[in-house]
């Protein structure tokens, strides 16, 4: 059994260990022998709480090998799995601040001792949380009501939120809203909606015009909430973090071929 280091107790819970040896199993027979593991993290809707006993887990993580594929899919068994090679993380993800993608890499269910993740997690200034990221969401919302796309808009909003306030991630939308003291009943009735066409249940999937009212009052309500977090929050980039960061992260380089 692979060691789960540096992972917190309840993150653990989230994928029992013989999953998580099937995950880390996966990726290490399809990287290359040299290639270094460094985080493995759970997400998608198992992690933001809105999931059935059969969907698939999304995993995303980042692995240390120079001269090969910067970024990997691996789909198979239920897993939905990608991989970011680390320097694609360093000068595009965090250089560039891509919000959602570091959001994806926030929930680790394994992480090599030598990583700096914490360092990582500093990194993230308030330009990571992209209006445009949320904007997109609202406009697909817009163009397509549906319970999930309804859910996916809360949580561009509400996970960016917790962080911006705790410094820290919390995938599940549910637990991020009572620690932020959201009183919210949208992103409940979504979740029924969505998880009735996958269960035996009187619930229509489909959202009435009065739940639909609902939810758009609540997303305007957070898209203001949002805009109000960056600025009370307020945390610039910082290119000297970066660049310790990536000194810090150049020897889980030597082990890899060029």
Not at 105 to 117: A, V
Not at 129 to 137: A, K, N, R, T
Not at 246 to 252: A, D, G, K, M, Y
């Amino acid at each position: 059994m692979v060691p789960r280091r540096g992972v917190p107790e309840p993150k653990v819970g989230e994928v029992d260990d013989p999953t998580f040896n099937r995950i880390y199993e996966i990726v290490a027979e399809r990287l290359p022998y040299d290639a270094r593991i460094l985080l493995l993290s759970h997400t998608g809707s198992r992690a933001y709480g809105w999931s059935w006993y059969n969907f698939d887990y999304d995993i995303h993580g980042v692995f240390a090998c120079k001269g090969w594929w910067d970024w990997v899919h691996i789909g198979v068994e239920g897993f939905d799995i990608n991989m970011y090679e680390l320097g694609h993380l360093i000068y595009m993800d965090l250089y560039y601040k891509h919000g959602d993608t570091i959001i994806n890499m926030g929930n680790p269910i394994y992480l090599d001792p030598e990583f700096p993740y914490d360092e990582m997690l500093d990194l993230i200034s308030t330009d990571f949380w992209h209006d445009s990221m949320v904007d997109y969401q609202i406009a697909r919302l817009q163009t397509y009501f549906s319970a999930r796309t309804a859910l996916h808009t809360y949580r561009v909003m509400i996970v960016p939120m917790y962080f911006m306030r705790f410094g820290r991630f919390e995938h599940n939308i549910f637990r991020a809203m009572i620690e932020l003291g959201l009183d919210l009943e949208g992103p409940y009735i979504c979740r029924e909606a969505y998880l009735a066409q996958y269960k035996i249940t009187s619930r229509n999937p489909v959202l009435s015009e009065e739940e639909r009212e609902l939810v758009w009052r609540e997303i305007r309500m957070l898209r203001e909430m949002f805009a109000e977090y960056k600025k009370k929050y307020h945390k610039p980039w910082s290119r000297e973090k970066w660049e310790r960061f990536i000194e810090l992260v150049r020897p889980l380089w030597a082990e890899c071929e060029y």
